[in-house]
């Protein structure tokens, strides 16, 4: 079986400062891989730059998703070839309702496939049942998209995107970052409920507590732009346990 | 001075200066003087520093005639707003025309007349104070236009529509129409004013507008002007509020080469609810120009106001948002917001807050912004397969749709709303 994901050799640069010093991953159909490290290691900075964000440049390497060059892909492009990024910081859009959002990007990636587009009827009758994944009535769709929502609702909404997009690679950046533990809770079943043998999650997180609800197969640990070490689920804990100063040389002043 | 303009104004008297009493001609007379001793504006004038007007006065213009071939009611279907029975009042180069409009269905205490009709009983009605250069132009010349009154008390349920079309036979023929909007005691009522070009004449319309709102009414006032983009376009509408009066507009500016409108609105007596929402829309060569003006003249009065442009290609704009607050206004609550959007680097605009204020106990604010789409935004949208052509559209028409939401009317709302998005090119 092909890889989904094979990075090799990737480094870049937002602005003169190199952040990703030659990074390796693979990633196979059906897998879920954690990516840790402290902040500013470069593990929010390979999430956004396997989605095309502009902020920085691909300076060495290859990204080849399901076989094909990513890297030369526009960001959309990227969506459409099923990679999808939960942000970190969601952006608000005031002036556009989460239903018209969620349906002309549902509809941009069907059309990208020579699919026929949804009506807003038929699309509905999809979101009902999205909805109910992360467990959210109807009333949050007719809301600007993220604007005004607290930052669970926020990344609530990110994984109904998600839901409702099933991509092939499911990106999450640091999801877990300020949910208390019910939305963490629903955040989590979100992402189990679409766990399938044809897709693959990597889940970027500075804590354990989220691998708890997600298990993955494999743990990285990025630190300074290199992975610094890989394991099964267990080196979390280890993580959780010890800190990242074992590893990285760098002392944590993580708050607990 | 246009030699042609005091021509047409010469021929004009001599006929009379249209259906009416000598008091009627007498005004005309001395409009056309006021007028012909000022002259058209220069950017000399404060007023008109960033709007040169001189393309309009280069051209020799002569008043509209009825064109030949008048249009047929199908071809009004893209400028109606709401289903064919709700009341419009419909104007083809500045006259009335009894057959395109709809008269109908207008409830008991709501009068309407042409303005023709109304002058010529009062004459008076052709209000010279609180001039500018154009409606002192608009008084010498302008025969047509709405009257209405909706009796104290009354509910008018549906919008009534003004519409005034400009054919494509226009080009340099000027249109001169004034309304008067009365909204006396305790009524509530909706208006829409429209302004659009059949065809893409070079013509111009200079209109002028009065909304007199009564103690405890409630008015919600849209303005639609849609003019060809070779068209020329001066409005001045002047609003007057008496105690506990609520009154929105929204104004919608898209069409003309040049295009000033001037709202004043006065806060006249206390307990009065002003809010004055604008979006301007520019492109090509395009000059849009806003100029409003806030009477704060009495106390605990409370003014809101939101202005947002759109700027495209090598279009300018301009806005200029003037609060006045009276000394004895205390206790005004007075916000001012005024927000554009470039699209291109040769698209410019000029913003002026001015807040003059004479009263200690206010609160007053202001706040203007020029700026671009934000690239995270972009991002985002593009992240989740959204084009980044139709993330531009997306994301300008909701930077748009924040003044549009505010209008009440959900029909005239969900009008204009369709209008933005043509406009932008579709949505996808």
């Given at each position: 079986?092909?890889?989904?994901?094979?990075?090799?050799?990737l480094r870049a640069s937002a602005g003169e400062k190199e952040i990703l010093k030659g990074?390796?991953?693979?990633?196979?159909?059906?897998?879920?891989?954690?990516?840790?490290?402290?902040n500013g290691s470069g593990k929010s900075t390979l999430?956004q730059v396997?989605?095309?964000h502009p902020a920085y440049t691909v300076t060495a390497?290859?990204?080849?998703?399901?076989?094909?060059?990513?890297?030369?892909?526009?960001?959309?492009?990227?969506?459409?070839?099923?990679?999808?990024?939960?942000?970190?910081?969601?952006?608000?859009?005031?002036?556009?309702?989460?239903?018209?959002?969620?349906?002309?990007?549902?509809?941009?990636?069907?059309?990208?496939?020579?699919?026929?587009?949804?009506?807003?009827?038929?699309?509905?009758?999809?979101?009902?049942?999205?909805?109910?994944?992360?467990?959210?009535?109807?009333?949050?769709?007719?809301?600007?998209?993220?604007?005004?929502?607290?930052?669970?609702?926020?990344?609530?909404?990110?994984?109904?995107?998600?839901?409702?997009?099933?991509?092939?690679?499911?990106?999450?950046?640091?999801?877990?970052?300020?949910?208390?533990?019910?939305?963490?809770?629903?955040?989590?079943?979100?992402?189990?409920?679409?766990?399938?043998?044809?897709?693959?999650?990597?889940?970027?997180?500075?804590?354990?507590?989220?691998?708890?609800?997600?298990?993955?197969?494999?743990?990285?640990?990025?630190?300074d732009g290199r992975?610094?070490?890989?394991?099964?689920?267990?080196?979390?804990?280890?993580?959780?346990?010890?800190?990242?100063?074992?590893?990285?040389?760098?002392?944590?002043?993580?708050?607990? | 001075?246009?030699?042609?303009?005091?021509?047409?104004?010469?021929?004009?008297?001599?006929?009379?200066?249209?259906?009416?009493?000598?008091?009627?001609?007498?005004?005309?007379?001395?409009?056309?003087?006021?007028?012909?001793?000022?002259?058209?504006?220069?950017?000399?004038?404060?007023?008109?520093?960033?709007?040169?007007?001189?393309?309009?006065?280069?051209?020799?213009?002569?008043?509209?005639?009825?064109?030949?071939?008048?249009?047929?009611?199908?071809?009004?279907?893209?400028?109606?707003?709401?289903?064919?029975?709700?009341?419009?009042?419909?104007?083809?180069?500045?006259?009335?025309?009894?057959?395109?409009?709809?008269?109908?269905?207008?409830?008991?205490?709501?009068?309407?007349?042409?303005?023709?009709?109304?002058?010529?009983?009062?004459?008076?009605?052709?209000?010279?104070?609180?001039?500018?250069?154009?409606?002192?132009?608009?008084?010498?010349?302008?025969?047509?236009?709405?009257?209405?009154?909706?009796?104290?008390?009354?509910?008018?349920?549906?919008?009534?529509?003004?519409?005034?079309?400009?054919?494509?036979?226009?080009?340099?023929?000027?249109?001169?129409?004034?309304?008067?909007?009365?909204?006396?005691?305790?009524?509530?009522?909706?208006?829409?004013?429209?302004?659009?070009?059949?065809?893409?004449?070079?013509?111009?319309?200079?209109?002028?507008?009065?909304?007199?709102?009564?103690?405890?009414?409630?008015?919600?006032?849209?303005?639609?002007?849609?003019?060809?983009?070779?068209?020329?376009?001066?409005?001045?509408?002047?609003?007057?509020?008496?105690?506990?009066?609520?009154?929105?507009?929204?104004?919608?500016?898209?069409?003309?080469?040049?295009?000033?409108?001037?709202?004043?609105?006065?806060?006249?007596?206390?307990?009065?609810?002003?809010?004055?929402?604008?979006?301007?829309?520019?492109?090509?060569?395009?000059?849009?120009?806003?100029?409003?003006?806030?009477?704060?003249?009495?106390?605990?009065?409370?003014?809101?106001?939101?202005?947002?442009?759109?700027?495209?290609?090598?279009?300018?704009?301009?806005?200029?948002?003037?609060?006045?607050?009276?000394?004895?206004?205390?206790?005004?609550?007075?916000?001012?917001?005024?927000?554009?959007?470039?699209?291109?680097?040769?698209?410019?605009?000029?913003?002026?807050?001015?807040?003059?204020?004479?009263?200690?106990?206010?609160?007053?604010?202001?706040?203007?912004?020029?700026?671009?789409?934000?690239?995270?935004?972009?991002?985002?949208?593009?992240?989740?397969?959204?084009?980044?052509?139709?993330?531009?559209?997306?994301?300008?028409?909701?930077?748009?749709?924040?003044?549009?939401?505010?209008?009440?009317?959900?029909?005239?709302?969900?009008?204009?709303?369709?209008?933005?998005?043509?406009?932008?090119?579709?949505?996808?």
């Open positions: 079986m092909s890889a989904m994901l094979e990075i090799a050799g990074i390796d991953l693979v990633v196979q159909p059906g897998e879920v891989h954690a990516v840790m490290g402290p999430a396997l989605a095309g390497g290859t990204v080849r998703f399901q076989g094909a060059d990513l890297l030369d892909l526009e960001p959309e492009e990227r969506a459409q070839a099923g990679v999808f990024l939960a942000f970190q910081y969601p952006v608000e859009i005031t002036g556009v309702t989460n239903a018209y959002f969620l349906r002309a990007s549902y509809n941009a990636i069907r059309k990208a496939h020579g699919q026929e587009e949804l009506d807003p009827m038929d699309f509905l009758d999809l979101l009902e049942q999205k909805l109910k994944l992360v467990e959210w009535d109807s009333g949050i769709m007719s809301r600007a998209v993220n604007s005004g929502f607290s930052g669970g609702e926020k990344k609530r909404n990110e994984i109904l995107q998600m839901a409702v997009l099933e991509p092939a690679l499911a990106i999450l950046d640091e999801t877990d970052s300020g949910l208390d533990i019910d939305a963490l809770r629903i955040v989590a079943n979100g992402v189990n409920s679409l766990r399938r043998p044809d897709r693959a999650t990597i889940v970027v997180t500075h804590y354990q507590r989220l691998l708890d609800y997600i298990i993955p197969d494999y743990v990285h640990v990025i630190a992975i610094v070490k890989s394991g099964g689920r267990e080196l979390a804990l280890e993580l959780e346990a010890k800190g990242y100063e074992w590893l990285t040389g760098i002392a944590e002043g993580a708050p607990a | 001075m246009s030699k042609a303009l005091a021509e047409a104004f010469e021929r004009f008297s001599r006929n009379g200066g249209g259906e009416g009493p000598t008091e009627l001609l007498t005004r005309r007379r001395e409009a056309w003087g006021r007028f012909a001793a000022a002259g058209f504006p220069s950017s000399r004038d404060e007023e008109w520093r960033f709007t040169p007007v001189s393309a309009i006065e280069k051209i020799s213009w002569t008043p509209a005639i009825e064109p030949v071939s008048p249009p047929v009611p199908r071809e009004l279907d893209p400028y109606r707003v709401g289903p064919p029975d709700w009341v419009s009042l419909v104007f083809v180069n500045g006259r009335y025309d009894a057959g395109l409009s709809q008269e109908s269905g207008l409830p008991a205490g709501v009068s309407v007349e042409p303005l023709a009709t109304a002058l010529a009983r009062q004459p008076a009605l052709l209000d010279l104070t609180e001039a500018t250069p154009f409606s002192v132009l608009n008084a010498a010349f302008a025969r047509d236009g709405a009257v209405i009154r909706v009796a104290a008390g009354v509910e008018v349920v549906h919008p009534i529509h003004l519409l005034f079309l400009t054919t494509a036979s226009a080009a340099a023929q000027t249109v001169q129409v004034r309304s008067l909007i009365v909204v006396e005691q305790g009524a509530r009522a909706q208006f829409v004013e429209s302004y659009a070009g059949l065809g893409d004449a070079a013509s111009f319309t200079n209109a002028v507008t009065d909304v007199s709102v009564g103690a405890g009414a409630w008015v919600e006032h849209s303005r639609i002007q849609r003019e060809s983009e070779s068209a020329y376009h001066i409005g001045l509408t002047r609003v007057e509020q008496q105690r506990d009066s609520h009154y929105r507009s929204f104004t919608l500016a898209m069409g003309g080469a040049i295009a000033r409108h001037d709202l004043r609105a006065r806060l006249a007596d206390e307990n009065v609810e002003t809010l004055l929402y604008g979006l301007y829309l520019g492109r090509g060569e395009q000059l849009v120009d806003n100029h409003t003006v806030i009477y704060h003249d009495r106390p605990n009065c409370r003014s809101w106001e939101v202005y947002k442009g759109v700027l495209d290609g090598k279009s300018h704009a301009v806005f200029n948002g003037k609060v006045l607050v009276t000394p004895e206004a205390q206790k005004t609550d007075a916000k001012q917001t005024n927000r554009n959007l470039l699209l291109s680097d040769g698209a410019k605009v000029d913003t002026k807050p001015q807040l003059e204020i004479f009263a200690d106990d206010v609160r007053c604010t202001h706040g203007a912004t020029v700026g671009r789409l934000d690239e995270t935004a972009f991002f985002y949208l593009q992240s989740r397969g959204i084009s980044r052509s139709a993330a531009k559209r997306l994301l300008t028409y909701a930077f748009a749709a924040e003044v549009t939401a505010e209008i009440a009317s959900v029909p005239v709302r969900e009008a204009l709303d369709r209008l933005v998005v043509e406009r932008l090119g579709g949505l996808e």
